[in-house]
């Protein structure tokens, strides 16, 4: 059982190059997950979707896109990035809201380390 | 929005004692608090939630406690072994599972076991 698995575990870019971070989950949840953990800043949500089709901003959306086009993967996007991008990124996952007990728990990836010089 | 704030942001003590980790919320509408382990180099594993309804629940050496009038709610560990040393986050949000705002996160807190 593979969980929530993302890829590179790390990245050097450039400023103004793009890349995208993907992230994928074997467990048929709905709603995924971006979030960007900076130092004492603990974690900031980016973007979010509640299932294949639908995403929203987050806290801090500004430089970064999503889509969603399948149930499994929910890739985020960086057009031109820039050097306040450096960070760890982590994807999570759940069923979603309402289900209740388990199915509520959200699940985190292992992480992306992205500088951007 | 919600805001959380965690103390202490460092935390040593002696293998075998117990560690207490604080944290207080803003949104009156929060119902769920979940407390994530984090170690270096992988990403936040759930360790214990509590709900509202709920004032206090354990799981082996750890447990949770809240206070919904205060708007708080705490992590004990006790019986502290090496293996716990890591940094912790607490969190708090209106909606389990996600949710439109996500889980807002406290700052962290590095417990660090001294042998």
């Known amino acids: 059982n593979a969980g929530v698995t993302q890829t590179p575990k790390f990245q050097v870019l450039k400023t103004g190059q793009s890349m995208t971070l993907q992230c994928a989950q074997d467990?048929?949840?709905?709603?995924m997950s971006w979030y960007r953990q900076d130092p004492g800043m603990g974690l900031r949500l980016i973007h979010y979707s509640v299932g294949a089709g639908i995403t929203d901003q987050g806290e801090v959306p500004n430089g970064y896109n999503v889509s969603r086009s399948t149930t499994e993967d929910f890739p985020l996007r960086l057009l031109s990035a820039a050097p306040s991008q450096t960070s760890v990124y982590f994807c999570?996952?759940?069923f979603g809201t309402g289900y209740g007990g388990e199915k509520e728990k959200l699940f985190f990836g292992s992480g992306t380390q992205l500088s951007v010089l | 929005g919600e805001n959380v704030e965690q103390h202490p942001s460092t935390l040593s003590v002696q293998e075998g004692d117990s560690a207490v980790i604080k944290c207080t919320y803003s949104?009156?509408?929060?119902?769920?608090f979940p407390w994530y382990k984090q170690e270096l180099g992988k990403g936040p594993q759930l360790i214990i939630d509590?709900?509202?309804?709920?004032g206090e629940k354990k799981d082996q050496r750890i447990a949770v406690t809240l206070n919904k009038t205060a708007k708080h709610f705490s992590l004990h560990i006790t019986e502290t072994q090496p293996e716990d040393s890591a940094v912790y986050f607490c969190a708090a949000t209106p909606y389990s599972g996600g949710g439109a705002d996500g889980l807002t996160f406290g700052k962290g807190t590095h417990l660090i076991i001294q042998p």
């Open positions: 999570a996952s759940s």
């Open positions: 509590i709900r509202s309804n709920v």
């Open positions: 949104d009156s509408a929060s119902n769920y």
């Open positions: 467990m048929n949840h709905e709603y």
